[in-house]
């Protein structure tokens, strides 16, 4: 391991690195940080014309995070949690930006990041044990290892419906919004979809545009944010204790967010009292709603509670009783699809200039140049807005050609589902890395927790192996096989596969349903990554350095 190098020879002026680095979000960064630390040489390719990733892509009208920000933030650096001082409860995404971009710059980090970079192919060479990355416009790149820090949610999915393109209005998706913004205003505005950036969004747009007609397939559970400003006392709480907010989350929390742990079952518990802990988590606002109780994941009787108190509070809040049915999920238990949380989603129904169309059982059948059309009728438009979310967990992988050991391809592999050790790397696929990939908690988690923990693992996994001279690692089939299945025991032992979720794949046409996070919890997840790490990476293979290559 070294510093970059220029090859010259067969392939002229190929640029070789110790690592690269896919995606430039909050895994990217931290992944470069951490080699840099290790004395590693490393090279960030990211498609969007920016850092940050999700924040980057996502800038639709009220988006913002839904794990409170002073949890949703690096713990890495304690100068950096010291300084960093957020606004509000829940930031905003302009402000979750302009921090990926501090942190690029107060670490230094963009002059190993290659922005507008298209990484098209990656391809793993036995001889040598390197990967061979090819960017857009044909250049190419080696590397012994290879970080897939593409994101879960990174992946935009434009539905496939007859007659888009004959639409005559502008056509936008939430996750690949134009960063000059949108004037709404005077325009009939489609929304559809009615997931977490729908949630965040409608209430904006309807606050501007002269109509909104929301197109709902899937009705969502979604608890009021309560956002608002963060006060000094609350900041300095915080940054007083961050250490021991940060190693509660890591080490005791099953979502890395930091909350009261829940002792008790929904049904150990009179109707009153229940009811009153419902009240008060509803009112405080925000995703800790259902931690309430320690078993309404896993008990549908003691889900039926809570779905009962938020399919009540829709029907409070909505005034016109069959658009509140409407609204009101009954179809999946609440929480087995991730959950929103909103600022006046549901009163916004009551607005003169908002319509509901249920289209789960008329589906859109076309897109005209004027609207959209459901069940026979056209509803005019001026502008769509699809908020149809994300080919989740896989679709970035996907979209590389990606190839291991003997050519083997990772769509091929994937094809019945995505296949993985620990989340971490797959069998086929040697010094592949993946950060918050499918079969570890990422999406049912804190995110940022989750990706500071893969980061370091990784970034550990590489010490050692430097330390030994080791050329490669893989995952063993055994060891992949046993994680699939212990991934898809554990999820079937709660209510989540009861859900069409896009945590099942159940949002793309075609796509295998396999439960994609590990539902673990990050505390027994950790014990086990650290434990395969203790005992000398059990479970992967590694190759010495061929003397060869080591005289070189
Ligand atoms: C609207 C929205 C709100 C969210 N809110 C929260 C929240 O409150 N809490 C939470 O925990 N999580 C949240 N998430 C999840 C969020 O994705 C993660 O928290 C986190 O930002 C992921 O960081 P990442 O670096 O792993 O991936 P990303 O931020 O997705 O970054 C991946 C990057 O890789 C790049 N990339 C992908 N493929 C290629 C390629 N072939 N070549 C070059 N570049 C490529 C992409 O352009 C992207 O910039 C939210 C997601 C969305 C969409």
Known sequence: MGFAKQVSGTMPSVQNYDAIIVGAGFSGLYMLHRLRGLGMSARVYERGSGVGGTW????????????????????????????????????????????????????????????????????????????????????????????????????????????????????????EWPHEGVDFTGLRVGVVGTGSSAIQSIPVIADEAKHVTVFQRTPNYSIPARNYPLSEDEKRAWAENYREF????????????????????????????????????????????????????????????????????????????????????????????????????????????????????????????NGIVTGGKEYACDAIVFATGFDAMTGSFARIDIRGRDGLTLREKWEEGPKTYLGLMVAGFPNMFLVTGPGSPSVLSNMIVSIEQHVDWISDCLAYQRERDVACIEATQGAEDGWVAHVNEVAHNTLYPQANSWYMGANILGKPRVFLPYIGGIPAYRAICNEVAANGYRGFALTRQHRVAAAE
């Open 56 to 175: 980057y892509w996502n800038r639709y009208p009220g988006a913002r995070c839904d794990v409170e920000s002073v949890q949703y933030s690096y713990s890495f650096s304690d100068a950096l949690q010291q300084e960093w001082q957020w606004t509000e409860r829940y930031a905003g995404q302009a402000e979750i930006l302009r921090y990926a971009n501090h942190v690029a710059d107060r670490f230094d980090l963009r002059r190993d990041i290659a922005l507008n970079t298209n990484v098209i192919s990656a391809e793993f060479d036995e001889a040598d044990n390197r990967w061979t990355v090819t960017l857009e416009g044909g250049k190419r790149v080696t590397a012994q290892h290879l970080v897939m820090a593409v994101g879960c949610l990174s992946n935009a999915r434009m539905p496939d419906i007859p007659g888009l393109a004959s639409f005559r209005g502008k056509v936008f998706h939430t996750g």
């Open 246 to 369: 940060r190693r509660r989350a890591r080490e005791e929390m099953r979502n890395g967010i930091v909350s009261e742990i829940p002792q008790k079952g929904a049904l150990e518990e009179s109707d009153d009292a229940r009811e009153a802990t419902y009240d008060f988590r509803w009112a405080r606002g925000g995703l800790t709603f259902m931690t309430a109780y320690n078993n309404l994941a896993l008990d549908k009787a003691a889900n039926d509670t809570a779905a009962d108190f938020v399919r009540r509070k829709i029907g409070e809040t909505v005034k016109d009783p069959a658009v509140a049915k409407l609204l009101q999920p009954t179809t999946y238990p609440i929480g087995t699809k991730r959950i929103c949380i909103d600022t006046d989603y549901f009163e916004t129904f009551n607005r003169d200039n908002v319509t509901l169309v249920d289209i789960r059982n008329a589906p859109i059948s076309e897109i005209t140049p």
